[in-house]
């Protein structure tokens, strides 16, 4: 039966080595088939798609202001949209749900900064995100909150499945796979790569993408190569069986204070971005903050979700919901884009630090890496760019 080839051991030589087996080594291995290149994953943990990938949100939007992450979400959602068409596999579905994406915003300033966001992304092209007022709102929603002003939604917004998006992607890369196999440093012979070193033996290549999430930078420097990111905690809390949520619902986001929720399983899931500006040591397996649950959860907290959604009240005072709190780490860079391509060392690339938007740009954001090693094309991601520093941008 057909599935993703596990190799017991690296081999000997690869035409293009990819260290990292999550979304975006997934990514990567499909766009390098794609290009007529063969490859190789190299995984450092046990399984694939167990680190950043398995914690991912899982939501995906075209409501962006920046023009370059625009067209590249476009891309990745089209493939998304018809996974099997797209990779030449049944085994995996992307889980893609166009369920639709709802901002709220209870204050003045929230309105005037929807109306100006949705100008700027009528300006690109996205002209399907409707400003609804706050009865307008309700009408559409009835779990919205009262003192809700306003909600700015795009109904082809939605969720999707990481971890089986990545797990399609190798697949239909017919990508051989090395699991347990972390990277340990890189053979180089006058600044150009000639083999990359495990701890299980050494590869002889001369093309290897590192697209291993928060470990990207500790994997560069093992080359000499300083990437700019840094590391921010990020929370999702897993809540499987919670009768007050509607099944249908959108994801809904408080713009207001970053709290937001998605139905899942019978349940949802509950995240607040933001919530930790602390930069983090690169790990992959951050610890997660006990007092995460009720940060969202208590209504006396500022970022609980029972703000734009009251029935959460309901749900903290019946107190019988069971959950679980998983994190990973964001990769975030100076300015919020990602690093797409070739590095100092000949030979060494990058596909990483997409600041929280990875999965509903990372097909796109491969292709784009993949255009570099092939062609030696730019690409306006390009790790060595001039970066614009931005406190945040808009969810």
């Known amino acids: 039966m057909p599935g993703i080839e596990h190799l017991a051991a690296p081999p000997a030589t690869a035409e293009l080595v990819i260290v990292g087996g999550g979304v975006m080594g997934a990514a990567t291995a499909f766009a390098a088939r794609r290009a007529g290149l063969q490859p190789l994953v190299l995984e450092a943990r046990p399984a694939l798609a167990s680190v950043t990938t398995a914690v991912a949100t899982g939501a995906y939007r075209l409501q962006h202001d920046d023009p370059d992450e625009l067209a590249m979400a476009r891309e990745t959602v089209a493939a998304f949209s018809d996974f099997a068409e797209y990779t030449g596999q049944r085994r995996y579905g992307s889980g893609l749900v166009p369920n639709g994406r709802v901002h709220t915003t209870s204050t003045e300033e929230g309105v005037e900064a929807q109306r100006a966001l949705v100008t700027r992304q009528a300006a690109l092209g996205v002209t399907e995100v409707e400003l609804l007022d706050g009865a307008e709102a309700r009408a559409r929603f009835p779990f919205l909150a ?40 890189f053979d180089l012979t006058s600044g150009r790569l000639t083999g990359v070193r495990t701890a299980r033996g050494t590869v002889a290549t001369g093309a290897c993408v590192i697209a291993a999430g928060p470990l990207s930078g500790v994997v560069g420097q093992l080359a000499g190569v300083e990437l700019p990111v840094r590391l921010l905690r990020r929370h999702k809390l897993v809540l499987p069986d919670v009768p007050q949520v509607p099944a249908d619902a959108p994801l809904v986001y408080d713009d207001d204070t970053g709290a937001h929720w998605r139905p899942a399983f019978r349940g949802a899931v509950v995240l607040l971005s933001d919530d930790d500006d602390v930069a983090r040591e690169p790990t992959d397996a951050p610890s997660p903050d006990a007092g995460f649950p009720f940060a969202v959860l208590d209504p006396a907290s500022p970022g609980a979700v029972a703000r734009a959604t009251p029935f959460w009240r309901e749900v903290w005072e019946d107190g019988r919901s069971a959950w679980a709190l998983q994190c990973g780490l964001y990769t975030m860079t100076p300015d919020h884009r990602p690093l797409l391509g070739a590095t100092p060392v000949d030979g060494l690339y990058v596909n990483t630090g997409y600041s929280g938007h990875g999965v509903m740009l990372s097909v796109a954001g491969a292709e784009r890496v993949l255009e570099t090693v092939v062609t030696g094309a730019p690409n306006p991601f390009r790790p060595d760019r001039t970066f614009v520093p931005v406190a945040r941008k808009p969810h």
């Open 146 to 185: 009262p003192d809700v002003r306003q909600v700015r939604y795009r109904a082809g917004d939605g969720v999707l499945d990481p971890k089986q998006a990545a797990l399609g992607l190798l697949e239909g890369a017919s990508a051989p796979v090395v699991t347990g196999c972390g990277v340990t440093g």
